[in-house]
């Protein structure tokens, strides 16, 4: 299997800035896309932003031009920079790894907070 960990939620005011990070664990050979998907209480889970590895990149409509996302396929990481964050992106983030193939799984973290005041 495969175990995520995320890191560096926090408390920040609108305007500023976060940086997540994910390592990833476990059979890290068998991932094929990784990112990060957040959550709302009372609401669904939504895709943030996703990257092969390969690197190709699929944004969020909320996402872009605001959020990068970036991989390092050695270290089994995946990191989301977060800029000019807004009280609309308070949520929990979740990082997120997908095996493909017949033996397709998906692997999910335990989230980190990311709380925006105004």
């Known amino acids: 299997q495969v175990q995520l960990v995320e890191s560096g939620g926090g408390l920040v005011q609108a305007g500023g800035s976060l940086r997540l990070s994910c390592v990833a664990s476990g059979l890290t050979w068998s991932i094929g896309v990784m990112g990060w998907y957040r959550q709302v209480p009372g609401q669904r889970r939504e895709l943030v932003a996703t990257?092969?590895?390969?690197?190709?990149?699929e944004l969020s409509h909320s996402a872009k031009g605001r959020f990068t996302i970036s991989r390092d396929n050695a270290k089994n990481t995946v990191t989301l920079q977060m800029n000019n964050l807004t009280v609309e992106d308070t949520a929990r983030y979740y990082c997120?790894?997908?095996?493909?193939?017949?033996?397709?799984?998906?692997?999910w973290g335990q989230g980190t907070e990311v709380t925006v005041s105004s």
């Open positions: 990257i092969t590895r390969e690197g190709i990149i």
């Open positions: 997120h790894a997908g095996r493909p193939g017949p033996l397709s799984a998906d692997f």
